[in-house]
Every structure is written in C-alpha cells, then in structure tokens.
C-alpha cells in the first residue's frame, strides 16, 4: 500500500475511527486539526494500528491561507495526495430560525461549506496530477432530511451534498470519484459533550438501530469509498444511520 490519504478534524470523532480504519488498511495520513494536545496519542495509535506514515499538520480551516500552506506540506512530505476525507465541522444546538444568528450563520458557512469546498479545490488539483483521487466529504442525515429546529445544519449540509453532486460530475471522466456520506448520530466527543443534559435520551433513540453509531462504522466506509475498486461509485450521498433516512420509524 503506497496511497497517502488526508483526514481533516482527523483528532477526534468520526475524523479520529476514520485515521483508525484507513491505518488498519496501511495508508499513509495526513491529519489537518487544530487540536494539537491530542495529536501524539492519534498519531501513536495510528502507527500501532498499521499506519505507514501519520502526520499532523496544524491547520485551521477557517484561513484560507493555512489550508493553502497545509497542502504544500503535503505535497512537500508526500509528494502527491491519493484521497481525501472532508470531515471536520460542528454544528449547534437545535433551535428555531428565527433565533439563529448571524455569526452562527457565518461559523458554520465557513466550517462545513467554505472549508470542504477550498479543501477540495486542493485536493483535485493534487488528484488530477496524480491521474487518481478519491474524495469523501462528511455530510449528514441533515444533508437528506431536516429536523424541526434544525434549518441552518440542514442548510450548510444539504449545501455539502450539492457541491459533492456538482463537483462528481465535472471530473466523472477522470480516475477521480467524489462522494459523500451521511450519518446518523455518531458516538463522538462532539455529541458525548453532552450526555448529561436532558434531551440526550432523545439523540440515543434517534437511530432506527435505537443505539449511537460507532465511528469506526464510518470510517470503514469512507475507506471502502477510497478504494480503487470503488471506481464506478460516483456523486452518491451515502447514509450510513441504520435507516434514518429510509423513513419514518418512530
Ligand atoms: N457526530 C455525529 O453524530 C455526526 C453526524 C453526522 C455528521 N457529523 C459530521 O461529522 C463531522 C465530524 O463530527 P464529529 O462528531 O466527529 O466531531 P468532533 O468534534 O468529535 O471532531 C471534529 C474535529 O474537527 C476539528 N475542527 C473543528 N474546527 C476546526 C477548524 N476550524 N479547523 C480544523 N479542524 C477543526 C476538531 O478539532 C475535531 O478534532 C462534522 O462535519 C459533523 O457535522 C457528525
């Protein structure tokens, strides 16, 4: 295995069982976070997993500037980028849009849409020089679906899966593949935050498994997505919530 594969909020979460899984596989990953406290552990289990190589590189995904400079060190350590996980991004707590601000309006624009989008600028110049690439980006069920409350996540997510759809095509006749996946609610320290509040016991049932994903069953998918093989798989929006976009289960 000689493919160098980038994880962006690759520190925690679904970003962190996805460097797991793809070091299970033995790539070679590059994480970009800015959570550097909790780099040498990700970076250090990594390697114990099979990794061949994990970097980190500090990069807040606000800077259009850091983004560019993180690419370079890619370009500078690796030599080329094979795949490629857009992945880190928060959201906020339920609310009705009218209460929504407009700094929320700004903070998840440029997290879930403006970084994605900059990232993959990146990632396909990279990728069409290397005559290979394979693109995931982390959408959601709110990507699919809204939730009452819930417009401004729905809003910058559904905004994920236009540009994956938009994007899949202009490079369809390419070695390059662009998808996305879209999560049920995941395990992650961004949702364990808060286990102690009261409408915790609501995001427990809200999988139709009536359990949390794990983010290991995430990141086995973006890495079956990343696979040569998966060559055909292209401009799909892949739920991974054990039906929660198929219906109604409730
Ligand atoms: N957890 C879920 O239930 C769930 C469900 C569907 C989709 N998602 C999506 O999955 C993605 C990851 O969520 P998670 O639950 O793993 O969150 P998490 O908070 O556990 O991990 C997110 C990572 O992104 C990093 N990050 C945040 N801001 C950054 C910035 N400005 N620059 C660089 N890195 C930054 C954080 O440091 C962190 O390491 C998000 O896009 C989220 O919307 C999560």
Redesign the pocket.
């Known amino acids: 295995m000689n493919k160098v594969a980038l994880v962006?909020?690759?520190?925690?979460?679904?970003?962190?069982?996805t460097v797991f899984e793809l070091a299970k596989r033995g790539y070679q990953i590059v994480i970009?976070?800015?959570?550097d406290d909790?780099a040498e552990d990700v970076i250090n289990q990594a390697m114990q997993n099979g990794a061949k190589d994990c970097v980190y590189k500090h990069?807040?995904?606000?800077s259009s500037e850091e983004i560019a400079e993180s690419f370079d060190f890619i370009e500078e350590h690796f030599g080329k980028l094979d795949c490629a996980f857009n992945?880190?991004?928060?959201?906020i707590l339920n609310k009705p849009f009218g209460d929504v601000t407009e700094d929320e309006m700004d903070k998840l624009w440029?997290?879930?849409v403006k970084?994605y989008m900059l990232c993959m600028k990146h990632e396909i110049k990279m990728m069409q020089e290397n005559d290979f690439g394979r693109i995931v980006n982390?959408?959601?069920?709110?990507g699919l679906v809204s939730v009452k409350g819930g417009a401004l996540?729905a809003a910058v997510?559904h905004a994920v899966v236009g540009v994956t759809k938009g994007a899949a095509l202009d490079y369809a006749t390419t070695n390059i593949t662009i998808n996305a996946i879209?999560?049920?609610?995941?395990?992650?320290?961004?949702?364990m935050q808060y286990k102690d509040k009261p409408f915790f016991k609501d995001w427990l049932k809200s999988n139709p498994a009536g359990r949390?994903?794990k983010?290991s069953e995430?990141g086995r998918v973006v890495a079956f997505l990343f696979e040569k093989d998966s060559s055909f798989i292209n401009g799909v929006i892949l739920p991974v919530d054990s039906g929660y976009c198929a219906g109604n289960f409730k």
Do not use: C, H, R, V
């Not at 879209?182 to 949702?191: D, F, N, Q, V, W």
């Open positions: 962006t909020g690759g520190l925690s979460g679904i970003g962190k069982g970009f976070d800015i959570s909790k990069t807040n995904l606000f992945n880190a991004g928060f959201g440029g997290i879930d970084a982390n959408a959601s069920g709110a996540y997510k879209a999560p049920g609610t995941i395990a992650t320290e961004l949702i949390l994903g983010p995430i």
